[in-house]
């Protein structure tokens, strides 16, 4: 069973740093490429980052918002992805989902397992 | 980037119904468009991939269709447990965006 449990959430004031956490288990971690998605309190979905596998020389890609900002990891002896979120914003209030993508033959990927996700809140 | 328009906001319906939501891509994406069902303090899950290929699990009255700029999502028969925010999303080209959620209410 694909397991994907997120921690490190909190409370932090606007321009202080946070690090994200996720265990993965229930897969071949090292394999897969995975994302970090969002969600502000009452809103919709915000795909935010991802990072690709060591096959794709750990390629990032980042949401414009978030660029230069946040720098999205992994660790695949622990099966570990995280996200290290600097100079934050309110407006980078949200819950923090990890997020798998699906193997596939072709370019295009689907994300097909969640987290339960993580809350962030940036107010002072 | 590629923005994705769901329609309608937010439907009304009864049990049994049956139900179409639709995802306006302002590109055309091919196939490259999945659904998620978000139930109330839940994760999303993935219900349809790459337009229309039913994830493993999801229910038979879940289909999808379409293909380029125009997809939709139709729920057949819908059931009480199919209460839910439904979101479309792209993954075609980055950034990798959303719609903005369509809300299922069962009367």
């Known amino acids: 069973e694909v397991q994907l449990m997120e921690s490190g959430g909190g409370l932090v004031q606007p321009g202080g740093s946070l690090r994200l956490s996720c265990a993965a288990s229930?897969?071949?971690?090292?394999?897969?490429?995975m994302d970090w998605v969002r969600q502000a309190p009452g809103k919709g979905l915000e795909w935010v980052s991802r990072?690709?596998?060591?096959?794709?020389?750990?390629?990032?890609h980042y949401a414009a918002s978030v660029q230069g900002r946040f720098t999205i990891s992994r660790d695949d002896l622990k099966n570990s992805l995280s996200l290290q979120m600097n100079s934050l914003k309110t407006e980078d209030t949200a819950l923090y989902y990890c997020?798998?993508?699906?193997?596939?033959?072709?370019?295009?990927?689907?994300?097909?397992?969640w987290g339960p996700g993580t809350l962030v809140t940036v107010s002072s | 980037e590629i923005v994705l328009t769901q329609s309608p906001d937010f439907q009304s319906v009864t049990p049994k119904e049956k139900v179409t939501i639709t995802c306006r891509a302002s590109?055309?994406?091919?196939?490259?468009l999945h659904w998620y069902q978000q139930k109330p303090d839940q994760s999303p899950k993935l219900l349809i991939k790459?337009?229309?290929e039913s994830f493993s699990g999801v229910p038979s009255r879940f289909s999808g269709s379409g293909s380029g700029t125009d997809f939709t999502l139709t729920i057949n028969s819908l059931e009480a447990e199919d209460a839910a925010t439904y979101y479309c999303?792209?993954?075609?080209?980055?950034?990798?965006?959303f719609g903005q959620g369509t809300k299922l209410e069962i009367k």
């Open positions: 590109q055309s994406i091919d196939n490259s």
């Open positions: 229930g897969f071949t971690f090292s394999d897969y490429y």
């Open positions: 997020v798998r993508v699906a193997l596939h033959a072709t370019p295009v990927k689907v994300i097909d397992y």
């Open positions: 790459y337009a229309s």
């Open positions: 990072i690709r596998n060591k096959a794709n020389n750990y390629a990032t």
């Open positions: 999303h792209q993954s075609s080209s980055l950034p990798y965006t």
